[in-house]
């Protein structure tokens, strides 16, 4: 099972830790759009030749220090052909850097849509006789307040083809609550979904003892993180909204298990957005560098709280 092989890179790097590649006009340094607008003048194609700049440097960067990357597929595809082309580059890059490559998905509301939203994330797209591959990736995000029927289409993957999903139960955002905390019958909604995670999960369990079927939970939500490892032992957990969504490490400690087991934390503008902090790089010359300490002081405060087995 995909989730193995995070948990084992997890394992052997001491680093729980998965860094967000979010690019955006106004998160990459200047002096790397000057250089792109050099060669193509004030286009898209010029945005597009920054973030792959960009996700290059921090990929080479911090790849010795944490097992993971999450791609936001959103922030690519605003730039259309050429930014889908960059993220097609990039995630290949991350695999071929050994980083374990999580892409959010859209959410897929009926199987068919599903179906082929599974073939996108795990390359399995038939053209004739080729089979072609938009993009990489090791695992995939759901939004799964559908239901089974955009789920189900993923799941032969993470059996057959050594793929992982993570489904949303709780998001990091302030409003979640609005939704996901309601109470249905005797249970709150995100439990609910949980439920549906592990009703999926009987033929998908690996060597570590994970299902390929996780689940998403936000940073903040520290009680609830507490409530959900508490109950579903079994599911592995992306944790997402570490750092400026306002999760910490006394708060993400309660996804993992008692051997320091079954989670990742995802950090995204906190790491490649640490070079704005310094208000002398206006340039941003140091943004690897700046990255590469604000990674390391957040594994290393998780790792206050948590000893990885």
């Known amino acids: 099972m995909s989730v193995d092989r995070l948990q084992d890179k997890i394992r052997k790097m001491k680093s729980p830790v998965a860094f967000g590649m979010d690019p955006m006009p106004d998160r990459i340094p200047p002096y790397l759009l000057a250089q792109s607008k050099e060669k193509y003048g004030d286009t898209v194609r010029a945005l597009a030749d920054s973030y792959e700049a960009f996700g290059r440097i921090l990929i080479d960067t911090l790849a010795p220090v944490l097992p993971a990357v999450k791609f936001q597929p959103v922030c690519f595809e605003a730039l259309g052909a050429e930014g889908m082309a960059v993220m097609k580059t990039l995630t290949e890059y991350a695999k071929e850097q050994g980083l374990y490559v999580i892409v959010d998905t859209s959410f897929c509301s009926i199987e068919s849509?599903?179906?082929?939203?599974?073939?996108?994330?795990?390359?399995?797209?038939?053209?004739?006789?080729?089979?072609?591959?938009?993009?990489?990736?090791?695992?995939?995000?759901?939004?799964?307040?559908?239901?089974?029927?955009?789920?189900?289409?993923?799941?032969?993957?993470?059996?057959?083809?050594?793929?992982?999903?993570?489904?949303?139960?709780?998001?990091?955002?302030?409003?979640?609550?609005?939704?996901?905390?309601?109470?249905?019958?005797?249970?709150?909604?995100?439990?609910?979904?949980?439920?549906?995670?592990?009703?999926?999960?009987?033929?998908?369990?690996?060597?570590?003892?994970?299902?390929?079927?996780?689940?998403?939970?936000?940073?903040?939500?520290?009680?609830?993180?507490?409530q959900l490892r508490s109950r579903y032992d079994r599911l592995f957990f992306c944790v997402a909204g570490y750092g400026a969504q306002g999760g910490r490490a006394a708060d993400v400690q309660h996804a993992f298990n008692s051997l320091g087991h079954g989670a990742v934390i995802c950090a995204g503008r906190s790491i490649i957005c640490a070079w704005q902090k310094n208000e002398e790089d206006t340039e941003g010359r140091n943004f690897a560098e700046a990255a590469l300490a604000a990674a390391k002081k957040m594994r290393d405060d998780i790792l206050r709280y948590v000893t990885i087995y």
């Open 113 to 226: 849509i599903a179906e082929t939203q599974a073939k996108a994330c795990f390359g399995e797209l038939e053209i004739g006789e080729e089979v072609y591959s938009p993009y990489y990736s090791d695992a995939a995000t759901l939004v799964s307040y559908f239901g089974s029927d955009g789920i189900r289409p993923f799941l032969p993957y993470c059996k057959e083809k050594d793929k992982a999903v993570f489904m949303l139960v709780r998001t990091s955002n302030k409003s979640g609550r609005e939704v996901q905390d309601l109470i249905s019958g005797d249970r709150n909604m995100y439990t609910v979904m949980a439920d549906l995670a592990m009703r999926l999960s009987p033929d998908l369990y690996g060597k570590t003892g994970f299902s390929g079927l996780g689940i998403i939970v936000g940073a903040p939500q520290s009680t609830i993180l507490k």
